[in-house]
């Protein structure tokens, strides 16, 4: 093998993850510092729950709770998908698109909304 292909990560990448890990939480903490209504905390819980979700799904889940509109809660999950980078997005055959959070940010997601 090659000196620089290597079989485990080197140290570099562990780093490059906790950077990217501790850039990840910040920008979660501060975007929920802003939530006064507890909807975007409660968007979280979902995605931590469901794992995979339509904005149509949210929006009937979050209406038990509160007063959302279909693109409030669609620009929320654009928000978080692209300023804080802790969702993936795909289409299913239909053409609509699916949301889920990936697995490497459960964790950071989980501690710092407090579900379970």
């Given at each position: 093998?090659?000196?620089?292909?290597?079989?485990?990560?080197?140290?570099?990448?562990?780093?490059?993850?906790?950077?990217e890990k501790g850039?990840?939480?910040?920008r979660l903490r501060s975007y929920l510092s802003r939530d006064r209504t507890g909807i975007r905390r409660e968007v979280l819980r979902l995605f931590v729950t469901t794992r995979?979700?339509?904005?149509?799904?949210?929006?009937?889940?979050?209406?038990t709770q509160f007063a959302v509109t279909f693109q409030a809660i669609a620009s929320m999950v654009g928000t978080i998908a692209s300023r804080i980078g802790i969702l993936r997005a795909t289409r299913n055959s239909d053409g609509v698109r699916n949301y889920g959070l990936k697995e490497k940010y459960v964790g950071i997601v989980v501690g710092v909304v407090g579900a379970s």
């Amino acid at each position: 093998m090659d000196e620089t292909m290597s079989a485990s990560p080197g140290p570099v990448m562990v780093t490059e993850w906790i950077f990217e890990k501790g850039a990840v939480e910040r920008r979660l903490r501060s975007y929920l510092s802003r939530d006064r209504t507890g909807i975007r905390r409660e968007v979280l819980r979902l995605f931590v729950t469901t794992r995979s979700l339509t904005i149509a799904e949210l929006v009937a889940k979050l209406r038990t709770q509160f007063a959302v509109t279909f693109q409030a809660i669609a620009s929320m999950v654009g928000t978080i998908a692209s300023r804080i980078g802790i969702l993936r997005a795909t289409r299913n055959s239909d053409g609509v698109r699916n949301y889920g959070l990936k697995e490497k940010y459960v964790g950071i997601v989980v501690g710092v909304v407090g579900a379970s």
